[in-house]
């Protein structure tokens, strides 16, 4: 079983800060494709970021040159930091993984609890 635990969520004025980083924990072999997530308040879950076990990255256009995500594959660990953050990036904050469970088992779409980030005007 896989747990990723989000934390470094927050309150933040428009132009802040903040990292959020979400750690991988269990049994598995390998963590690939990371990735965060985001819902606001009535809207569906999109996609902020993600970075591969080779770093590749890639980003929604909102966020782009405003965060930045990278990782820590010795501690499975997947970070995301915001900057220049607005309004309109208030929402829960989700981590995700792709596992390699044992050589035969692969898991997509494995989720955190998520972390909430609100930004005021």
């Known amino acids: 079983q896989v747990q990723l635990v989000e934390s470094g969520g927050g309150l933040v004025q428009a132009g802040g800060s903040l990292r959020l980083s979400c750690a991988a924990s269990?049994?598995?072999?390998?963590?690939?494709?990371m990735g965060w997530y985001r819902q606001a308040p009535g809207k569906q879950r999109e996609l902020v970021a993600t970075?591969?076990?080779?770093?590749?990255?890639n980003y929604a256009d909102s966020v782009k040159g405003r965060f930045t995500i990278s990782r820590d594959n010795a501690k499975n660990t997947v970070y995301l930091q915001m900057n220049t953050l607005k309004p309109e990036d208030t929402a829960v904050y989700y981590c995700?993984?792709?596992?390699?469970?044992?050589?035969?088992?692969?898991?997509?779409?494995?989720w955190g609890q998520g972390t909430q980030v609100t930004v005021s005007s």
């Open positions: 995700n993984a792709g596992a390699q469970i044992t050589t035969r088992l692969y898991k997509y779409n494995l």
């Open positions: 970075i591969t076990s080779g770093e590749n990255t």
């Open positions: 269990g049994s598995f072999l390998s963590i690939n494709t």
